[in-house]
Structure formats: structure tokens, C-alpha cells
């Protein structure tokens, strides 16, 4: 609709156009910060400063003269501007209470390897480790207590679990309602179905957590009498229900872009209105279905509060679709509020969220891709 | 529509292969539907037992899992006073931007299409992501730094507060208004700019006083969806605002507030005894889709209102 500007352009008109030109930055501009604030918070970890070992070497208080500012900074952790603000008393009380933490520490760990080790270096976040009284090496995550344990695997695990779980749920379901809805139902039955299913995208995913809870958790499991009530399983079918609306009216959007002509062509040569939609319309529209996987695995991967209440919360190493699991999304949402501000469990779980949004950014990128590509192709561009 | 639409079995002749994938994908449909009734239903039929005038206009005790005390005003004021505040910050941000890619950016050059993968990849970014947004930005980069300027005693502005949730949920929402408003502006013909332009009138002229107010219902529509998908919301103010409980309501934007949605969260997993706490669980539930059904509810008046009304314009 690219309408010229009107033929007196008056510098009111320009100042408007720039302004309004500026505020549509906003959604760029918007991306970066997210990226920025998200990942700054987590770069520490990526850059290996952050140490979490629990027995740390210490510099007695009497030695400060002999260091560096920059090494008494690091040393105590500060950042530029709080260092600037402290004087000498500051800097020695910080580094004498330093050292009684240090003397603080039990005995009993005072000689275990573990106590030693910085756990948020990349061996100890993605490869198993033999912790002491283990007897062999495991994936652990286990943020609080006197060593921090802080093997991402589990967590990675759980949430491809239900996440694959929620999609072999929601994409042959919400395809058959989309192959129906656009194909083979009455209008009448498609003007029932629509609203429904914009119903469904209205329940927020809290309330869908809670059904899945109290009503689904007992049902599966006296259907498929397992242990746990809570579960994996009990977790991907809630979150697949999120995602439902989602991919239903993506692949309903892809099918029904399809050319009539094609159907029409079809039934001329004698399919039946089943043929034509499977044979035909289907085939043509596959790659909107594609999208519609792509983009609904960015949602379950991302939804917290279902698995944060579904799931049941264990975040241990299985691929068991019956076990009690924990996700990604549900680890921050249950740990950030006890993790200290700019310590290494916050950081980590930042660099969860990084995670997070790195994966669904290549989703929603790939998903577009396809979708921009599918309509220019039934619409004859390119 | 050919015949063969209005009877979906009777058109398979006697193909059976045809005739189980009817079967297969209205099952499907039907499926969704059922999945859709039980879960209104059961809340609708647990709920009400425990719903009453005095559960939603008072203020809880300390211990708000007890049935007798229960109450839920306070969640109410909460998400209602984070939801409008959103959306003074969203709905200028959203329309401008929209009324930029519709009214003045080139279709398809470099620019514009950046703006809109911009857009499509922020309604993608994890709820939680922007909780983590919030706080990393909002809260301990901007509130800090408000407090450090402003140079009064303790945190002011640097901590969870009414105003970071609204305006975490502001960019979250934002793809929302930009594309309901987008559709709106682009459902006013041409013909309708190019006459106000031929009378003279300028562009920004054609656009305050013919484009905008011809697409208010869809803009406002946009407004309302926005509004009712935040209202459900609860990972981006897990750490940007909401409390676990408050003895008063909100009174300044600096203010944490109590919310349905978290307080949901709270009932359904750290009550002490589930089996009772369930009915003011559901009722609280009750009392959410309320909300945000009746305003899906006003949404889609307004567009088929909207949608007739254009019909009948040409």
C-alpha cells in the first residue's frame, strides 16, 4: 500500500514519518535487548569466570598492599563501580571475612576433590561426573547444598521428552482436525469447530497445568497404570493440548491456501473427496504441516507453568517417559527466586533462558522460512 | 460448496480406506471438542460450590488455602491494574509500528522484512524468557539504575513491581497488537486514502482522521486479545512482580501485587491439603477463564460487528 507521501509535504508530515519510522525500530531494538540482557547475565559462565568451587584459594588480609587493583577486584568479585566506591577498610573486612569462610568450611570437605572444583565449566555442565560416595560417573543436578551440581543434561533431557511427547500428541491430532475442518466437514461443523478451538488457545496454560494435576494425572495413570502419578508422559499430553490450537490453525491455514482448483481437478478425474484431500491437498500443503511441527515444537519447548505442575519436579537423568521429569522452562521458574542476584546458580539458570531462546529463535526463523516459501509457491510467486 | 461437503461418509462410495479417514481425522475434531468441554466443564461444576459474592470482593487472611476465608479480590485488582498498564505501553507502540509497515514501509525491501521476522520471532520468545527479560533489564538494569540516580535510601525501583511485570507483559503482547492492527488497516480499501488524498488532505492527515478511526474496532480488538493472553500469563511475572501474598492491595506502580494466575500456581502446589483446597482451586480457575473468555467474548463481537459492518460499507 505504498501511497506516496501527499504532494505538499510539510516538515510536519517528515517529523511525523521519522517518528513513527523510529518507534517501528522498537520491535528490532526489542529482540537485541532481549538477547543482550538475557545472555549478558549468563556470559560469565560461557567465559569461565564464574567459580563455584567451594574451597577457593585465599590471600590473607595483611597481603593487600602487595596486589594489583585489578587482582584484589577479581579477587573479591566486585565489579568496576563497587570497587570504586570501597575504601581500604571495606577492602580488608571483605577480604578477612573471605578468609573466615574459608576456615568455616567442615572438615569432611576439606579433602574431597569435588569441593575443589569449579562445577560451572563445561566438563561439569554437560559431561557425567563421578561425584564422591557415586560410584559411577552421573549427570546431576543438584544446585543447592554445600557443592552445587550443575549438570545441564538432566534438565536438556526432560524437556526434549515432553516436549516430543506433547508433539506426538498434538500434530496427528490437530492435523486430523485441520484435514477434516478444511476438507471434508460441513460448514456448519466447521463454524462449531473454530470457535472451539480459539476457546482452547484462550485457557491459559496455568489452568491447563491445573486440569493436567488434578484430572488427566489420575486418568493415565489408571489407564496405563504406572508409579508416578506425575510424569513425563502426564506433562506432554497437557502441553501438546497447549500447543493444539497452534498447529491446528497453522496446517488449517496451509490447507485450506491450497488452490480449489486442485481438489476441483480431482474430483473430475473420480477421487473421492477423501482421495482428493489426502492425494492432493495434503501432498501440496506438506510443507505448511512442516512449519506448523517446527513452530509447535518452539512452543513446547518454551510453555513453563504446565510442566512446572504436571511433571512432577524431579530433575533426574531418564529417558523414561514414566518417571517424574523436569524441564528447562520449569527449572528457572522453581529457582530463580532462591538463587542469589549475580551468583553462579543465577547465572546458570540465564544461561538456561540463552538457551532457550536461541532454540526457539531457529525455530521460529526455520518455521517462517517455510511458511513464506509454501504460500509464494501455491500463490504462483516464485 | 458441492454436495459432496455437506455429507462427508456418504461421498466416499465404498471406498474403505476413504471412509476410515473420515472417521480417523473427525475423530480427531471431536476429540478436541470433548477435551475442550471436560475442562470447561469440570471447572464450571468444581467451581461453583466454592464461588460466592464474598470470595470475590474480599480480602484473604495470612492462610488463604482455608475454605472459609479464602477470597481472591486482591489477585483480581492485581492482574487487572498489570494488564492495563500494559496496555497504555503497548497498544501507541504497537499501532505506530503497524501503521508503519501498512502506511508508509515498501513491501518487501530490506528493512520491512526485518521488522517483520522481528515480530514473528518475538511471539515465539518462551513466556519464562521474558520473565528472565524483565528481571535482567527491567528490574537490575533500568530499576537499579533509577535507584541509584534518584539516590534514596534502599531499593525504590530496582525490585519486582507493578510497573516491570506490566511492561515485560507490554513487549511480550506486543506482536499481538502489531498484527490484529495490521489486518484492521489493511481491511480499509484503498480507494477510501486515495479519495482523501485527491481532496488534498496529506498523508498524516489521511491517516489521523480517515485510516485510524475506520480501524478502531480492529485495532481495539487487538487491544482485548492482547489484554486476555496476558491476563492468563504467569512465567514473565514470576520474578517481576508478582507476590505470594499481600495484606493490602496495590497502591503505587512500585508496589508488588497478588495475581490469579500465579496464585493459581501457589493453590495447586503448595497447599498443605490438596483435597480441600481443590474447590477454591477451581473457583479461582472459575473465576480467570471468566475473565478471559468474556473478553475472547468482546473480541469477537467486535469483529464480526466489525466484518458485517464493512460488508455493508461496499
Not at chain 1, 101 to 116: K, L, V
Not at chain 2, 199 to 225: C, F, W
Not at chain 2, 256 to 281: C, K, R, W
Amino acid at each position: 500500500m505504498g501511497l506516496k507521501r501527499g504532494h505538499q509535504a510539510r516538515p510536519v508530515e517528515l517529523l511525523a514519518e521519522i517518528l513513527i519510522f523510529t518507534v517501528s525500530l522498537s520491535t528490532i531494538a526489542l529482540i537485541l535487548l532481549i538477547f543482550v540482557f538475557v545472555g549478558r547475565e549468563a556470559i560469565p559462565v560461557l567465559l569461565g569466570k564464574t567459580n563455584s568451587a567451594l574451597i577457593q584459594p585465599v590471600i590473607p588480609a595483611a597481603n593487600l598492599d602487595q596486589l594489583q587493583p585489578a587482582e584484589v577486584r577479581e579477587y573479591l568479585g566486585l565489579t568496576a563501580q563497587q570497587f570504586q566506591e570501597m575504601d581500604r577498610e571495606t577492602l580488608v573486612a571483605l577480604m578477612e571475612a573471605r578468609e573466615e569462610t574459608s576456615n568455616d568450611i567442615p572438615e569432611s570437605f576439606r579433602n574431597d576433590p569435588d569441593a575443589q572444583a569449579n562445577t560451572t565449566q563445561f566438563r561439569y555442565l554437560f559431561r557425567p561426573h563421578q561425584w564422591t560416595g557415586y560410584d559411577r560417573p552421573e549427570y546431576i543436578w543438584q544446585p543447592v547444598g554445600t557443592i552445587h551440581k550443575y549438570n545441564l543434561m538432566p534438565l536438556i533431557v526432560g524437556s526434549l521428552k515432553v516436549t516430543l511427547i506433547g508433539l506426538l500428541f498434538a500434530v496427528p491430532v490437530s492435523l486430523g482436525a485441520a484435514i477434516y475442518v478444511s476438507q471434508l466437514a460441513s460448514p456448519r461443523v466447521r463454524e462449531w469447530v473454530k470457535p472451539g478451538i480459539e476457546l482452547l488457545a484462550g485457557i491459559p496454560s496455568v489452568v491447563m497445568g491445573v486440569f493436567a494435576l488434578l484430572l488427566l494425572a489420575s486418568l493415565l495413570q489408571k489407564i496405563f497404570g504406572y508409579q508416578f502419578r506425575l510424569n513425563a508422559f502426564v506433562a506432554g499430553i497437557a502441553l501438546g493440548l497447549t500447543a493444539v490450537p497452534m498447529i491446528f490453525s497453522i496446517a488449517e491455514d496451509a490447507l485450506t491456501s491450497v488452490p480449489r482448483s486442485y481438489t476441483q481437478a480431482a474430483l473430475a478425474l473420480g477421487a473421492s473427496q477423501w482421495q482428493a484431500s489426502w492425494q492432493v491437498v495434503l501432498p501440496a500443503a506438506l510443507p505448511g504441516v512442516f512449519a506448523a511441527t517446527v513452530l509447535g515444537f518452539g512452543r513446547c519447548i518454551g510453555e513453563t507453568m504446565v510442566v512446572l505442575i504436571a511433571s512432577g519436579n524431579a530433575s533426574t537423568m531418564s529417558w523414561s517417559v514414566f518417571d517424574s521429569t523436569r524441564s528447562l522452562t520449569a527449572t528457572i521458574a522453581a529457582e530463580m527466586a532462591e538463587a542469589v542476584s549475580g551468583g553462579h546458580h543465577y547465572r546458570i539458570l540465564f544461561l538456561l533462558g540463552t538457551l532457550l531462546f536461541a532454540v526457539t529463535f531457529v525455530t521460529n526463523f526455520v518455521g517462517d522460512l517455510i511458511i513464506h516459501r509454501l504460500k509464494g509457491r501455491l500463490e504462483g510467486r516464485g | 460448496m458441492n454436495a459432496a461437503r455437506r455429507a462427508p461418509f456418504h461421498s466416499q462410495g465404498r471406498d474403505p480406506v476413504a471412509l476410515l479417514g473420515v472417521a480417523v481425522t473427525g475423530f480427531a475434531t471431536a476429540l478436541i471438542l470433548v477435551i475442550l468441554a471436560v475442562i470447561l466443564g469440570s471447572v464450571v461444576i468444581q467451581g461453583l460450590p466454592a464461588f460466592s459474592w464474598r470470595f470475590v470482593s474480599t480480602v484473604p487472611k495470612k492462610d488463604f488455602f482455608d475454605v472459609n476465608s479464602a477470597a481472591v479480590l486482591p489477585m483480581i485488582v492485581g492482574t487487572t491494574i498489570r494488564v492495563l498498564v500494559m496496555t497504555v505501553f503497548v497498544m501507541p507502540i504497537g499501532v505506530i509500528t503497524a501503521v508503519y509497515l501498512t502506511e508508509y514501509a515498501r513491501a518487501g525491501s530490506p528493512y520491512t522484512r526485518i521488522v517483520r521476522a522481528a515480530i514473528n520471532n518475538l511471539a515465539g520468545v518462551p513466556s519464562i524468557v521474558f520473565g528472565l527479560f524483565g528481571l535482567g533489564f527491567f528490574i537490575n538494569f533500568i530499576g537499579k539504575n533509577l535507584d541509584r540516580f534518584s539516590g534514596a535510601e534502599g531499593p525504590n525501583f530496582g525490585q519486582p513491581a507493578v510497573i516491570w511485570a506490566s511492561l515485560t507483559l507490554a513487549v511480550m503482547t506486543l506482536p499481538v497488537v502489531i498484527v490484529a492492527t495490521e489486518e484492521a488497516l489493511k481491511a480499509i480499501t484503498p480507494g477510501l486514502r486515495e479519495a482523501s488524498l485527491a481532496l488534498g488532505a496529506t498523508k498524516l492527515q489521511t491517516i489521523l482522521r480517515i485510516v485510524l478511526p475506520n480501524a478502531l474496532p480492529g485495532i481495539l480488538t487487538g487491544g482485548i486479545l492482547a489484554i486476555s493472553r496476558a491476563a492468563g500469563e504467569v512465567a514473565p511475572i514470576l520474578f517481576t512482580g508478582a507476590a505470594y501474598f499481600m495484606a493490602d492491595l496495590p497502591k503505587r506502580l512500585t508496589d508488588q501485587f497478588m495475581d490469579l494466575g500465579y496464585h493459581i500456581y501457589v493453590l495447586a502446589t503448595q497447599s498443605p491439603n490438596i483435597e480441600q483446597t481443590t474447590p477454591i482451586l477451581f473457583a479461582t480457575v472459575l473465576v480467570l477463564l471468566l475473565l478471559t473468555f468474556s473478553l475472547n467474548a468482546v473480541a469477537i463481537i467486535v469483529r464480526a460487528r466489525m466484518r458485517r459492518a464493512m460488508r455493508a460499507g461496499h
